[in-house]
């Protein structure tokens, strides 16, 4: 009894944050900040680990983006390193790379 008053309540609420598709929304979401890059990472230098390809290139880029210079340390994929090099430099900051497997004491 009581699970069927709740069925009909949950029913009736109209949820505004429910799922919808993209093309339903009149107002499209602001991924990124209008004054975006405001700088917030300028004579910073961030270590990114993993940074050749994936979300440790988008960090690396973002950080970029930022203001920051970027040390890259990735395992073996040469190629990818340096694509991720080119992105960083390209937004005026300095990008170092270094192939080293972290995972060995030895390294670090």
């Known amino acids: 009894m009581i699970n069927q008053s709740l069925d009909k309540n949950f029913q009736s609420n109209s ?3 429910q ?3 993209k093309s339903s929304i009149q107002v499209s979401p602001e991924v990124l900040s209008k ?3 405001n700088g917030k990472l300028a004579r910073k230098t961030a270590i990114i680990t993993d940074a050749d390809s ?3 290139q988008a960090v690396a880029i ?3 983006k930022e203001g920051a ?3 890259v340390s ?3 994929e040469d190629e990818d390193a340096k694509v991720t090099q080119q992105h960083v430099e390209s937004y005026g ?3 170092v790379l270094v192939a080293s497997d972290l995972s060995s004491e030895d390294n670090c």
């Open 15 to 17: 949820n505004p944050y």
């Open 19 to 21: 799922a919808r598709s």
């Open 35 to 37: 004054e975006y890059p």
């Open 54 to 56: 994936g979300i440790g």
């Open 62 to 64: 973002l950080f970029a």
């Open 69 to 71: 210079d970027v040390v």
């Open 74 to 76: 990735y395992l073996c």
């Open 93 to 95: 900051c300095r990008c």
